[in-house]
T-cell receptor, first 118, second 111 residues
Framework: DAGVIQSPRHEVTEMGQEVTLRCKPI?????LFWYRQTMMRGLELLIY????????DSGMPEDRFSAKMPNASFSTLKIQPSEPRDSAVYFC????????????????FGQGTRLTVV | GENVEQHPSTLSVQEGDSAVIKCTYS??????FPWYKQELGKGPQLIID?????GEKKDQRIAVTLNKTAKHFSLHITETQPEDSAVYFC??????????FGDGTTLTVKP
């Protein structure tokens, strides 16, 4: 497997524009997470999905942020309208919660999307 | 919810010395504790993990210890090398599926 794939790797956009970040999780994983990383706030969990259903979006900072997972192999994080304070690295991660003994497993992170809003 | 505290925030050691990073967690239901290493320009990558039914785990120069009673766990890196320089994150995870991360430790290994 190629791992978690995020696109684009870098995005520079003007304030007020819509930004869409994309993620392809590892095949077979049932959890997908969106994180934001900044120097000031570290690694923040924005939202996560289980079997394509949003479970907890309490980390989404504002209504300008939205996330979807239309199927098991694709998710998007959209910011509309974007603002300079949204500049950060956005990571997508996926993991598998094993069945039976409910064995937790690690989260596999993508390479991230570096977003700059000017 | 779970709260994870990680110390120190920065750590500088001489090559060959040991490095220790400590984390505490609050939720006794957490049962999985991974450690991630993040190099510049990359996403965090798992380096070692431990489950709540184990007290210690070792993988070459890296070891992790867990004290469930005290709710703390530590990462030990021996014989540090310059390529160990990175940001290290601890995390705690229960059966809800999501991990709670510490704030990270920036480790610098001086040659």
């Amino acid at each position: 497997d190629a791992g978690v794939i995020q696109s684009p790797r870098h995005e520079v956009t003007e304030m007020g524009q819509e930004v869409t970040l994309r993620c392809k999780p590892i095949s077979g994983h049932d959890y997908l997470f969106w994180y934001r990383q900044t120097m000031m706030r570290g690694l923040e969990l924005l939202i996560y999905f289980n079997n394509n259903v949003p479970i907890d979006d309490s980390g989404m900072p504002e209504d300008r942020f939205s996330a979807k997972m239309p199927n098991a192999s694709f998710s998007t994080l959209k910011i509309q309208p974007s603002e300079p304070r949204d500049s950060a690295v956005y990571f997508c991660a996926s993991s598998l919660l094993g069945r039976g003994m409910r064995m937790n497993t690690e989260a596999f992170f993508g390479q991230g999307t570096r977003l700059t809003v000017v | 919810g779970e709260n994870v505290e990680q110390h120190p925030s920065t750590l500088s050691v001489q090559e060959g010395d040991s490095a220790v990073i400590k984390c505490t967690y609050s939720d006794s239901a957490s049962n999985y504790f991974p450690w991630y290493k993040q190099e510049l320009g990359k996403g965090p990558q798992l380096i070692i993990d431990i489950r709540s039914n184990v007290g210690e785990k070792k993988d070459q120069r890296i070891a992790v210890t867990l004290n469930k009673t005290a709710k703390h766990f530590s990462l030990h890196i021996t014989e540090t090398q310059p390529e160990d320089s990175a940001v290290y994150f601890c995390a705690a995870k229960g059966n809800a599926g999501k991990s709670t991360f510490g704030d990270g430790t920036t480790l610098t290994v001086k040659p």
